[in-house]
């Protein structure tokens, strides 16, 4: 009554901040009941699901947290209506707290007040509830972010909250750190401070994003800090500060951003709840809402002041960030894209430099400049680089963004620098493929070395298993034609170096020349002629050596792109040591041969000496290509 008269006596501006406390207060109980109308919906449409606990969030707005669990847990389903005991209650009160926040923005604005009550006569004349009943459609409508017909009381509240931060700014006694304040005390300011020294430290990486814009006021034993986060959809936190007690409120319609949001606090530990809600039936993928509440019981003054540091901090990180994830998730995989976006708010890098500089855009144009071969039309990047290789990448884009917008350089340095980064990460892939091309050396070793082994047993006298040694060949054969496959597929897949699809391919065919002369091996006949053994030792130590100098050479080519001398000297080194080894086997070959054919053997004999050297000295060949395609490699990678 006081307030109103004084009003009438035109001296609203001195009632004004009380009747927005007051309102805010309003908000808050409002946006609980909101809550219970979602909850008791989704429990009379589902009374088997366990009842939603929406204790903590009455209490911290000051609801009767009992007459609430209650009123859910008795709510049930009838030929499309709602009925539950106090329905008709809860719903008037729920219309007292517009109609307090409604009286707020009217004082302040009279041009907003009027627009804003026109929207809620419209909305209240679609509300029929009464004898604690009312239609399943008109909780759905009554609490859904949207609606479809454009309006709801849910976006009303929303709104009116927003129009109440505005005015609270307007009628602010002072400014403390950057906050709109109001009835603060000398108590009140550290606890401001903290808060505000968070938003501070974090704030420029909203760019050219509004918002961030704070206020606080006194409201009894309470603080209350406010933040607007953004301009869309009056995204709002409320902070409320009671001792060392700290109650962080946030409504959302992405489940997603608030548990994200929620997670940046892992060092602290707070209670949530509201984050295993589902919307309700009736309600809409898109329309229902989360009110996420958060406890946290500092220990001193000094932890209390350092959550709120936090809380001030991670804010601008909810700007725009369900765009920023819809943009990384045309790139990697949904879970991958939380990540990163955990990964750059952790970091303070954030996404919103990301999105400035053109979001998924900046991405594709990296691609079609560096790699367009690479990755096919509609193809994920993560696809093409790999899960983690694409995150990684990813990682670096937002880096870079944030770095340019900071310091001032220039878009096309940025892209540069990006491209530049996707270059290398594509020849890293090469890479890979090329330790593939190692395990076939290791493969063609340990078959060529099992051999020689067998051959030095012959030589000794001691017995020998043939057999053994052709089964243990064929099985690494095999597997030697499970990595080639992959490694198609991968080449294929990349678009990478024909190069290295040719060394694959020549690879293949020497394990199955060193299969095969294992299966001949394993057939010689007793009692053959020393010098003969002595001739077949030599080449397959010649195999075993060009296995190592292929592998060797493999090596040090994976660091030819890095600039360093060293390993180009190695890798060319290694290659002309496979031409040397290559040269010895052919002249062994030659005189096995020419031993042979001097008639000193039975035919028998004669044909499977013949034919296991042979199969070594086309091994050895084979190698010794591989050791030429290794240096076009090679060659290549130097003139970049």
């Known amino acids: ?61 000051g609801v009767d947290a009992t007459a609430v669990h209650f009123i859910i847990a008795e709510a049930r389903a009838s030929n499309g209506r709602i009925t539950a005991p106090n329905l008709t209650k809860l719903i008037e009160t729920l219309r007292s707290d517009v109609q307090t926040m409604l009286e707020a923005v009217a004082a302040g604005d009279a041009i907003a007040g009027k627009k804003a009550a026109e929207r809620w006569l419209a909305i209240q004349a679609k509300t029929t509830a009464a004898n604690d009943e009312i239609a399943k459609d008109e909780v759905a409508a009554l609490i859904s972010v949207t609606s479809p017909n454009g309006d709801s009381l849910h976006r009303l509240v929303m709104d009116l909250h927003k129009d109440l931060n505005r005015l609270s700014a307007g009628c602010a006694e002072e400014t403390v750190y950057g906050a709109h304040a109001f009835g603060l005390s000398l108590e009140d300011r550290p606890m401001v401070a903290a808060f505000m020294r968070g938003v501070d430290r974090t704030r420029a990486l909203k760019f050219n994003h509004p918002g961030l814009e704070a206020s606080a006021a006194r409201s009894g034993s309470r603080l209350i ?62 329309r229902g809402f989360y009110l996420t509440t958060g406890q946290y019981e500092g220990e001193s003054s000094e932890r209390r002041d350092a959550f709120l540091e936090a809380v001030g901090a991670a804010l601008v990180f909810l700007i725009d960030w369900n765009k920023a994830r819809k943009n990384l998730r045309s790139l990697a995989d949904g879970a991958d894209c939380i990540r990163i976006l955990d990964w750059a708010a952790r970091n303070q890098i954030g996404h919103r430099a990301f999105l400035e500089l053109g979001g998924s855009g900046l991405v594709a144009a990296a691609v079609r400049h560096a790699a367009a071969t690479r990755i096919g039309f509609g193809e994920r990047l993560s696809s093409a680089l790999g899960r983690e290789e694409t995150v990684n990448f990813l990682k670096t884009v937002l880096r ?71 089964a243990f060949a064929q099985r690494l054969e095999q597997k030697a034609d499970r990595l080639v496959i992959e490694t198609r597929n991968t080449i294929a897949r990349l678009d990478a170096s024909q190069t290295i699809g040719q060394l694959a391919n020549t690879m293949e065919a020497t394990i199955d020349e060193l299969e095969q002369a294992a299966f001949i091996a394993s057939l010689l006949p007793a009692n053959l002629d020393p010098a003969v053994l002595r001739l077949i030792a030599d080449l397959c130590a010649a195999a075993v050596g060009g296995a190592e100098a292929l592998a060797s050479g493999i090596g040090a080519a994976v660091d030819v792109p890095e600039g360093q001398p060293a390993d180009t000297e190695d890798a060319l080194a290694a290659i002309t040591r496979l031409a040397d ?60």
């Open 1 to 61: 009554m006081k307030s109103l008269i004084v009003g009438h006596l035109g001296h609203g501006e001195f009632i004004l901040p009380g009747l927005i406390a007051k309102a805010l207060v309003a908000n808050d109980r409002a946006k609980v009941r909101m809550s219970v109308l979602q909850a008791l919906l989704q429990h009379a449409l589902h009374p088997s699901v366990e009842t939603i606990d929406l204790s903590t969030e009455c209490r911290a707005a």
């Open 225 to 286: 800090i406010q933040n607007d986060i953004g301009t869309t959809d009056a995204h709002v936190i409320v902070v409320t500060v009671e001792g060392t007690a700290v109650i962080v409120t946030h409504t959302d319609i992405h489940r997603a951003r608030a548990k994200f949001f929620t997670s940046l606090f892992d060092r602290f530990p707070v209670r949530w709840s509201g984050l295993d809600r589902q919307n309700a039936e009736g309600i809409g993928e898109d």
């Open 400 to 470: 870079v963004s944030k770095e340019a917008l900071l310091q001032g350089r220039s878009v096309r340095m940025a892209r540069d620098e990006i491209e530049a980064d996707l270059v290398r990460r594509f020849e890293r892939a090469d890479n890979t493929l090329l330790t593939a091309i190692i395990r076939q050396a290791g493969l063609a070793r340990e078959i060529a070395a099992r051999i020689g082994r067998l051959i030095a047993d012959r030589q000794t006298g001691w017995a020998v298993n043939g057999p053994s040694l052709a």
């Open 581 to 640: 080894l290559e040269h010895a086997a052919d002249s062994a070959e030659r005189t096995v041969t020419a031993y042979v054919l001097s008639g000193h053997f039975e035919t028998e004999a004669a044909l499977s000496v013949l034919e296991l050297a042979r199969a070594l000295e086309r091994a050895n060949d084979g190698m010794a290509v591989a050791g030429n395609l290794l240096r076009t490699h090679v060659m290549a990678d130097l003139s970049i």
